[in-house]
């Protein structure tokens, strides 16, 4: 057995085997455990951002999902504004509805005897602006200025509609007609 300890062949085999095991303990302790746990942290980085991301998502969604919703809402908002007679004072919602009305009156064979202004009203926190009129017309004119305001689409509606009926050939229809127009204003006539 000595003999095979003295062999130089066999000291060299093994102190090379020995530098061999002292090399990959040495590999193992520093560079693979160190490689480990950064490949941890980077995997615990992976997680974290991971998350980030999915929070991230789901806010994106979130925020999706009431841009929607406000967009709905200013369709609304812009289809309920186009309802509106147009005028930054009541005096000047009071003028166009005026506008609206004659424009209609222009094209028919309606004779307006009198026009007055009755005091406005309320409803809820804004002004409904009342104007009166007094008017002969036949028939066909009266169907078609209720037609008018049907497909107006405005905020205009009849508050009270009399009608007497004269016995003569022309204009035999007399009409009493007030009109409640709604001010988004916070003035009065």
């Known amino acids: 057995m000595k003999a095979i300890l003295l062999n130089k062949r066999f000291r060299f085999t093994v102190f090379g085997l020995l530098i061999c095991f002292l090399a990959a303990a040495v590999w193992w302790s520093t560079l693979y455990t160190g490689l480990m746990e950064e490949l941890d942290g980077l995997k615990s980085e992976q997680q974290v951002s991971l998350n980030r991301l999915e929070r991230l998502q789901s806010k994106k969604e979130a925020l999706w999902q009431e841009n929607l919703v406000n967009r709905e809402k200013q369709k609304d908002l812009q289809r309920l504004s186009n309802l509106l007679v147009g005028g930054n004072s009541a005096v000047d919602v009071n003028t166009e ?58 905020v205009i509606r009849i508050e009270t509609l009399n009608i007497h009926y004269l016995k003569r050939e022309e204009d035999n229809l007399q009409v009493i007609l007030t009109l409640g127009i709604l001010s988004i204003t916070n003035d009065v006539i």
Do not use: M
Not at 111 to 126: A, M, Q, V
Not at 133 to 153: G, H, I, P, R, V
């Open 97 to 154: 509805a005026q506008k609206l009305i004659r424009s209609f009156w222009d094209e028919h064979a309606i004779k307006l005897d009198t026009f007055r202004e009755i005091p406005s009203g309320k409803w809820r926190d804004n002004v409904i602006l009342k104007l009166n009129y007094q008017f002969t017309c036949e028939l066909e004119d009266l169907s078609d200025l209720l037609n008018y305001f049907e497909k107006l689409e405005k």
